[in-house]
């Protein structure tokens, strides 16, 4: 798939659209991926039903590295690309879909989406203050992975895996790439930013949503604890409850796309503005 590019501020941005033209939803990338891990979504028939627009996040994919690393790689500075992409596209009242840190990201953004026909994350455990990550995140050691600037080819390797389900062989090359690819000051200073006043508290933004909030988890999830998830206050959860893609681990949309496609369109179809 080629990209094509728009400029939010002085930020270069690259984005991947689909061919339909039906209800649109907003995809957003996990840390040292791109948008297109989403290539099973904008291609096929859910790309062919609604207008599916994936984004690369600044300094990963092809879109071009911060100018300003400190204010550009934080949920905030990341929101605000989100929110600029929406704008000139006219996708403020898309569904936004968000994984893993694209999960935080679009959560961030949300009080700057007010028309949004709602929002999906997966892979996102709602953080508050201070951050429970020993609560919300497994014991898993590539975690670390994402907040380092310098990466060993053991490491790629480490934290690709992680990203799918345990024992799963096969894992597309270039989700190494993109990890590879990734400005490493992106990572370095989103681990920076997580702390008192970096962030918005999730848990409160998740309380307090007036949209519909869907939330998928893969069964066999290696990064994310699902059960710190499901005991959270979502007076707007989708369905009532965390949907499960079985067999799946942190990249549903890609490993189990059938599953997580048919949960994508439902929740599209459900929310669409008229």
């Known amino acids: 798939m080629q990209p094509q590019t728009l400029q939010v501020g002085s930020q270069t941005i690259a984005f991947y659209q689909s061919t339909g033209t039906g209800p649109p939803a907003l995809l957003v990338h996990g840390n ?102 020993a609560e919300a995140f497994l014991p898993h050691p590539a975690i670390n992975c994402g907040f380092k600037a310098e990466l060993s080819e053991e490491e790629v390797e480490a934290y690709a895996a992680a990203f799918f389900a345990p024992e799963v062989q096969e894992i597309p090359e270039f989700f190494r790439a993109d990890i590879r690819r990734t400005d490493g000051r992106a990572r370095q200073v989103l681990g920076g930013s997580i702390g008192p006043g970096g962030y918005k508290d999730e848990v409160e933004v998740v309380a307090h949503l007036s949209a519909p909030l869907a939330i998928l988890h893969g069964e066999r999830e290696q990064l994310v604890n699902g059960a710190y998830i499901s005991a959270l206050t979502i007076p707007t959860l989708w369905r009532g409850a965390v949907q499960i893609i079985p067999e799946a681990g942190h990249a549903p949309h890609w490993e189990r796309p059938e599953q997580f496609n048919a949960l994508l369109g439902a929740f599209i179809r459900e929310t669409a503005k008229a």
């Not at 690369?56 to 550009?72: N, R």
């Not at 026909?117 to 990550?133: Q, R, V």
């Open 32 to 133: 040292s991926s791109s948008g297109l891990s989403f290539r099973r979504q904008l291609e096929g028939p859910l790309g062919d039903e609604f207008r599916l627009v994936a984004i690369d996040l600044p300094g990963h994919g092809q879109s071009e590295p911060a100018a300003d690393p400190p204010s550009t790689y934080t949920l905030p500075g990341y929101a605000s690309i989100v929110v600029g992409v929406a704008e000139q596209l006219g996708l403020e009242e898309a569904v936004f879909v968000g994984w893993s840190l694209g999960g935080h990201i679009v959560l961030e953004a949300s009080d700057r989406l007010p028309k949004a026909a709602g929002f999906l994350i997966f892979g996102t455990p709602p953080i508050g203050f201070p951050p429970a990550m």
